[in-house]
C-alpha cells in the first residue's frame, strides 16, 4: 500500500509566533451606479461656441445636453437628460469638438481590509503574484464548494463560519489519534511524531496542514482580522485522511469520491459535494488503479481535481497523484517568479503557482532566513494537539496548490456549470509565461487569476 504525505516544506510551526500586524489598506468600496444621465468629457476646440454646438446635436436626438463644468485639465463635463445610443459619436463628429470621451466610472479597487494582505505577495505582486485583485472584482467564490482532502480543520477565527461539516476518512485509529476508525468529525488531530518514528530520525511537531491550505482556499476576507482567502465566500469542506506518519490511498481514494458526491460503503451522503478538490498531498510512484478510478470518479460527477506537484525538485512524474490522468497537477514558483527549488517539474505539470521560499536553497531543512518569502495563511500553533490559532509562512507545492484550487472556485462560482476539461482549458490558456526561470517545465506558466475569472 502507498503511503501518502502532506507536501509542504514544514517545520517547527509550534514554536513562532503570529505573523507581524500592519496597518489595515483601504477599505473595499464600490459606488452604485445611481441611474444618472449618460456623462462624456468633451473638450472643445479653442474659441468653439459650446452653447449652440450642444443644442443643435440635443434637439437632433431629442435630449438636452448641458455644459456642467469645466476640469481643471480643460475638457468640459457634458450630461444628457438620458441615455442616447450614437451620442458619443455624433459629440465626435461635430466641428466645434476636439475630442470626446465617456466619463466613465470608476471603483475602488476590491483590496480586503485584513491587516496581514499586505503580507500577501503571492495575491498581488506584478512579478510573482496571480493577479487576484482584478478577480475579485468578478467572483468572490459564492456558492462554490471545495473539499480539502487533508489533516483535518481546527478552530480559526478566520476560517469561522468557512467549515462545511465534512468526515474523517482515516480507518487506522493510530494514525488518526481520535480513538476510532471514519468517524464524522474530521477534526485535525495533530500529526506530531516522536524521532524514530514514521520512519524519521527526528522528532516534527503537528503541521496543522489542511487548515493552511483552507485559509488560502477561502479565509474570511474584509473581516478585519489576519489574512484574506482567494474564494473568500466559498466553503470549506474538510475531508481528513493524514494524521501521525501521513495517510492511505484506500482512504485518500474514497475521501476523493465522497467528496465529489459519490456514494461510500459505511459512509453518510455527502450534504455538500465539492466541485473542486484540493489534494495538497503525495507519494512516490506511479499513479495506480485505485487512485485513478476516483479520480475517474470525481471527474465524471463534474469535480475539478486540483493537485500539488510534489517537493522533491525532480519529475512529478514520478509522484501520485501528481501523475494522474484528469487532475491539474501545480507547480510551486517563488517571489521572484522562478520554479522554487523544491518543485517538482515535468510535462505532467499544467501550471504553477505560488508556493514559496521560506529559506533559501543552500540552507539547511528547518532554517527560516526569508519568512516574508513563504505563503501566509491560517495555522496553529499547537505543538501535538490544537492551542491557539495564529498566522504563519510555509512554503511547498501544497500550498501553491490552493492558490489554483482558489481560482478555480472563483471561475465557478462566475460560471457554475463549466466542466473539468473547460477549466483546465481556461487556467492553461490565461496563463502567463514564468517570469523566472522553470528548468523541466512549469506547464503552461503562472495562473492569472484576474484573467482567467474575466474569461469564463
Ligand atoms: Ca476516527
Ligand atoms: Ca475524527
Ligand atoms: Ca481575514
Known sequence: MNRFRLVAVVSGAAALAAATLVAPGPAQARVPDG??????????????????????????????????????????????????????????????????????????????????????????????????PGAWDLATGTGVTVAVIDTGKTTHPDLNGQWLAGYDFISSSATARDGNGRDANPQDE??????????????????????????????????????????????????????????????IADAIVWASGGSVSGVPANPNPAKVINLSLGGSGACGVTTRLAINSAVSRGTTVVVAAGNSNANASGFTPANCPGVVTVAATDRDGNRAFYSNFGTTVEVAAPGGEVRLETEPAGTRSTPQNGILSTLNDGATTPGNPIYYTYMGTSMAA???????????????????????????????????????????????????????
Not at 421 to 445: E, K, Y
Request: net charge negative; hydrophobic share 40%; with cysteine.
Open 35 to 132: 441611474g444618472e444621465p449618460e456623462q462624456y468629457i468633451v473638450q472643445f476646440k479653442a474659441g468653439a461656441d459650446r452653447g449652440a454646438a450642444l443644442r443643435t446635436l440635443g434637439a437632433r436626438f431629442g435630449v438636452v445636453l448641458t455644459d456642467q463644468r469645466e476640469l481643471a485639465v480643460g475638457g468640459h463635463v457634458v450630461t444628457a437628460s438620458r441615455r442616447t445610443a450614437g451620442l458619443l459619436a455624433a459629440l465626435q463628429a461635430r466641428g466645434e469638438v476636439e475630442s470626446v470621451e465617456p466619463d466613465t466610472r470608476m471603483y475602488a479597487l476590491a483590496t480586503p481590509n485584513d491587516p496581514n494582505y499586505p503580507q500577501q505577495w503571492d495575491y498581488f505582486e506584478p512579478t510573482g503574484g496571480i493577479n487576484v
Open 190 to 251: 495533530g500529526d506530531w511524531y516522536s524521532a524514530g518514528e514514521c520512519g524519521q530520525t527526528t522528532a516534527e511537531t503537528s503541521s496543522w496542514h489542511g487548515t493552511h491550505v483552507a485559509g488560502t482556499i477561502a479565509a474570511l476576507a474584509n473581516n478585519g482580522v489576519g489574512v484574506a482567502g482567494i474564494a473568500y465566500n466559498a466553503k470549506i469542506l474538510p475531508v481528513r485522511v493524514l494524521g501521525k506518519c501521513g495517510g492511505t490511498t484506500s482512504d
Open 402 to 456: 490552493p492558490h489554483v484550487a482558489g481560482v478555480v472556485a472563483l471561475m465557478l462560482s462566475k460560471h457554475p456549470s463549466l466542466t473539468p476539461a473547460q477549466v483546465l482549458s481556461a487556467l492553461q490558456a490565461h496563463a502567463r509565461p514564468i517570469p523566472g526561470t522553470c528548468s523541466g517545465g512549469c506547464g503552461a506558466g503562472l495562473v492569472d487569476a484576474a484573467a482567467t475569472v474575466a474569461a469564463v
